[in-house]
């Protein structure tokens, strides 16, 4: 377990008297704010427990706490917050359009005979349901051709609508119970289109008959009774084919096809009067519908959909800021309000409830417009503790992501969280919440109690999609390189795309410490033949050879990464900059304790290898004849390997170790071996001014005097 920052027994948290009170990274604003540094420069400077080596503890922060909940909200910094007061301008918790069945009751629908003045005696029979096409035939008699509206002009075009009308002052619903079902679905659409606690009426605005034909192209509704900011569609039964209701809002479409059940179901749909909607053509039978407006009634302006638009503009406003902060969070989390399972989550963003799923929405437009990858996710968090001393570390970590789609994504792997700076609830949103279970394991002999409590969450994860490459590779390493392998000799994506792909693989080079995966990684970026990433692995490897830090005390490469270092090398056309990486990474290898001479050997004699072969192939005007093609720009690289290979020993056999025992006897032969073979390929180039500069080195009168003076040290080497 990584540790994290320390934790206090929930009883202590709750009266908030934790140490240090506030969070770091509030205290870092509170710093930014007084020194008046705009927040968008920093915000990396309070992200304790997340930088890997060194976590920091709570209440580590100079500062005094003074974290006011109000003050945040009004000035949020750090993308996390940001990002929480952007989606808290998520509007109405409802969706635009929304549809089901509904346990099937009849109208019982009556038409009144025509100029027969709406009483009982006017009526002219039951229509019978499903309708059948004699009484459908009956029914369009008594219709007239709907017409639509242009502008002030109402006009009648069957090739923009053709449907069948009926005013319902010239029809009847006798069954007393059918405004039960009307209510029902006002209660429905209250939910489910957010309308809150509004005073909602539905009107009934007209019987539609769709015929084989019938169709109606892509509309908004206008205002056609006052309040009226929505249509309802009640489906009665009557078998027909085709005639799905389409609708869109802000970039999200809905259809609503319930041709299959359509003979003896019912179903409804609505959606808000300014979505757009069409209706495709009805291809075999009648679609019956009855039509009501929904209508507000009483106070304070009429429900509108959520289009989000306020919201996304913040959120895209964050993405910039989050993206120019100096040390950026990798991602940000927002908890969801409600609890998921797995299982559940199948359908994506569609299996989210309320204000869970506005979030979704506000989130999903971005995603769409290829800002943001957005996924769901399982958060879990462990605190772990010995419960006399109310002393305890915590875990989380995100992981088992869903794509919005509800496609299961296992290539994101799990992700460490870093609840200080990635949660947009704040880092003491667990604090706040009940555990999923605790674990109490009482004192034993000299053992202390201890406890265990866990937290399983689901949340909506984001980071900008330019980094989905990098987020993979931190996620699951090993599947990033295997399918950057596969994509790579199967050409399955842009070249662009693999280019990314491979840079963010090049990056991830100091976190692999396994020689296959190494060998891999760096044969799929050769392998792409792209001399951007190719140059970013020389670079990152040249980096690591010169870090000495205790994070990477030993360089992973080994004698089997040669062949694809010497790829990469000519796949960044022997560019200048693959000799000065390769005098690093050759220079660390010999300079290593003990050294190295296997891979540096291997690597030069790859090299060696390219400059002879490549000149040998193609001579170029730079060739002088010399052994070993020197005119070839791989020859430069190979000196330039060579030097860094000769430094390197010539430091080692000069360094005067602690002891003069038989380990350090030993270890001057080896650098003397290594030394001689290096020397041997400077001398098969034929390259007289190195061999002139190497023995006019003060390592070299060393060495030949200790040579000397030793009595058969090179020798024993040779
Ligand atoms: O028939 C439908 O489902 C919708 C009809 C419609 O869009 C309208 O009457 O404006
Ligand atoms: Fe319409």
Redesign the pocket.
Known sequence: MIAGPKILPRAARKSGSAPGGAYPLLDACAARKSSGVPHSSSGGSGRGGCGGAAPATRGTSPLPATADRSEEEEEPCGAAAAMMAALKRVEAPGDFATGGSLPLVLPSLELALPGGGGGESGCGGVVGLPLSAPAAEALRTACEL?PFGRREETLRDPAVRH?WQLDPKALRLRNPAWQGVVDQVVAKCRTALGLGSSGVEAQLY?L?L?EPGSH?IA?R?TEKAEGMFA?L?LHLPSAYEGGQ?VVSHAGRTKTFDYAADSAYALHF?AFYADCR?E?KPVTRGH?L?L?YNLVHKGQGPAPAPADHVTAIEAVRRVVAGWQAEEAPPRKLVFMLEHRYTRDGLRTGLAALKNSDRAVGDALAALAEEGLLDVHLALVERTDTGYDESYDGDREASVSSFVALDGRQAPELGSHRLCEETELCQGSDYFEQQTPDGEDFEEATGNEGATFTRWYHRTALVVWPRCKHFSMRCRGDLKQAVAGLQKAVEQGSEPRAVLARWARAVATSLPRINGTALLASALSAVAALGDAKPAALCLAVLAKQAQSRSALHPVNPLEAEHAPAVVELCRVYKWAPQCGAALSAVVGRLCAGTPPDLAVAAALLKGLRAASVGATAAQPTERSSGGGGGAGHPAAAVFAAALAGATTALAGAARQDGPGQGAERRREQQEVAAGLLQVLALVEERGDAEALHAFFTTAFARHFITAAAGAGGAPGAAA
């Open positions: 709907a449907t007209k539609l769709y109606f509309h509704d249509t569609v209701l749909s909607h209706v679609r519908v039509i």
